[in-house]
């Protein structure tokens, strides 16, 4: 948690050596160990999510700006966000791509400690479903054990 909370803090790229700007080695031993940590953060987000924190170069500064952003949300901004979901319609995007809308909705959501119940999420995918999926949509729902919507997409 060192690189994230900033208990280890980023050393200076340079050193004054006797009046002489050197390279710290420190500094990169700390990029290459902070670098994974930022991977791994940026891993875990949707892709809308991931907009607010591509540019930044350290996973303390990616950490706090998701802090900030997503920590202490607003009851306001949880049903802002559970309304655009109830609104949300396949209409003519493809299938993965409403259901990509609805992850990086119930994803918000489940930042703000507001998660939406997975068969909730199931039941808004398959009712925006065509005719087509109509066999596919009963399968689902007579299963005796609830689909994810990794195994629905």
Do not use: H
């Not at 160990?33 to 591509?54: A, W």
């Not at 998701?66 to 319609?89: E, H």
């Not at 068969?119 to 925006?128: G, N």
């Amino acid at each position: 948690m060192g690189f994230i909370d900033g208990n280890r803090p980023c050393p200076p790229p340079i050193l004054k050596v006797n009046g002489v700007d050197m390279i710290n080695p420190e500094y990169s031993l700390w990029i290459c160990q902070d670098q994974p940590i930022l991977n791994v953060i940026v891993g875990s987000l949707s892709s809308r999510i991931i907009l607010f924190i591509t540019s930044l170069k350290t996973s303390k500064n990616a950490w706090t700006t998701l802090a900030t952003t997503y920590a202490k949300p607003s009851r306001g901004r949880v049903m802002q966000i559970k309304g655009q979901l109830a609104n949300l319609y396949k209409g003519s995007q493809r299938v993965i791509e409403y259901m990509q809308q609805i992850k990086s909705r119930s994803d918000e959501l489940a930042m703000m400690d507001a998660p939406i119940n997975s068969e909730d999420l199931t039941i808004k995918i398959l009712e925006e479903l065509s005719a087509e999926y109509k066999d596919i949509a009963l399968a689902v729902q007579a299963r005796e054990t609830p689909i994810s919507f990794e195994e629905l997409a």
